[in-house]
T-cell receptor
Framework: KNQVEQSPQSLIILEGKNCTLQCNYTVSPFSNLRWYKQDTGRGPVSLTIMTFSENTKSNGRYTATLDADTKQSSLHITASQLSDSASYICVVSATGAGKSTFGDGTTLTVKP | DTGVSQDPRHKITKRGQNVTFRCDPISEHNRLYWYRQTLGQGPEFLTYFQNEAQLEKSRLLSDRFSAERPKGSFSTLEIQRTEQGDSAMYLC?????????????FGSGTQLSVL
């Protein structure tokens, strides 16, 4: 069964600090992995997309890594801001599959 | 605004009533998805369309749920005889299979409360 597990479930950090969120998956055959940011009461917004051959991708202060051998990904947020407070969802797609597998997200709270 | 739009944003209904939600995807996107999301959980797949064809429907989806995309553009999701357990955020997303990595663009969702 295709699964995506994220950790930690929730995280509280101080403004300006860095943090790393984890995603482990068992989706096969792997096609791509995406990280989304979801603000409260809004739909998710894409941050990064990575395919099998990519092991790192950046989008501003967000850097995602992918280890396709261990089936792990991480999202690193640098110099956090209050606006980074949101849920971060890892989504993995299998080749030829119409739908993707979503993790339950990590809820990040950035405090001043 | 060229993003995915959903209507209504909020819906409060009494148990047993029928409700219908609408989703207008990005115009050039050929795939449209419906998801359900409850607090603290990731979006749960309900169904998806490629153009007007409904290609997959979740096995977990009760027969009270039905979705249409009659002209391959907007879509509707209907829930008949609503139950309190149907209370959730209903998200619509669209993408193009001709694009890069099938990046999903989500609407802001319809928050359903069944009393």
């Amino acid at each position: 069964k295709n699964q995506v597990e994220q950790s930690p479930q929730s995280l509280i950090i101080l403004e300006g600090k860095n943090c790393t969120l984890q995603c482990n998956y068992t989706v096969s055959p792997f096609s791509n992995l995406r990280w989304y940011k979801q603000d409260t009461g809004r739909g998710p917004v894409s941050l990064t997309i990575m395919t099998f051959s990519e092991n790192t991708k950046s989008n501003g202060r967000y850097t995602a890594t992918l280890d396709a051998d261990t089936k792990q990904s991480s999202l690193h947020i640098t110099a956090s801001q209050l606006s980074d407070s949101a849920s971060y969802i890892c989504v993995v797609s299998a080749t030829g599959a119409g739908k993707s597998t979503f993790g339950d997200g990590t809820t990040l709270t950035v405090k001043p | 605004d060229t993003g995915v739009s959903q209507d209504p944003r909020h819906k409060i209904t009494k148990r047993g009533q029928n409700v219908t939600f609408r989703c207008d995807p990005i115009s050039e996107h050929n795939r449209l998805y419906w998801y359900r999301q409850t607090l603290g959980q990731g979006p749960e797949f309900l169904t998806y369309f490629q153009n007007e064809a409904q290609l997959e429907k979740s096995r977990l989806l009760s027969d009270r749920f039905s979705a249409e995309r009659p002209k391959g553009s907007f879509s509707t999701l209907e829930i008949q005889r609503t139950e309190q357990g149907d209370s959730a955020m209903y998200l619509c997303a669209s993408t193009s299979t001709r694009g890069e990595g099938e990046k999903l663009f989500f609407g802001s969702g319809t928050q359903l409360s069944v009393l």
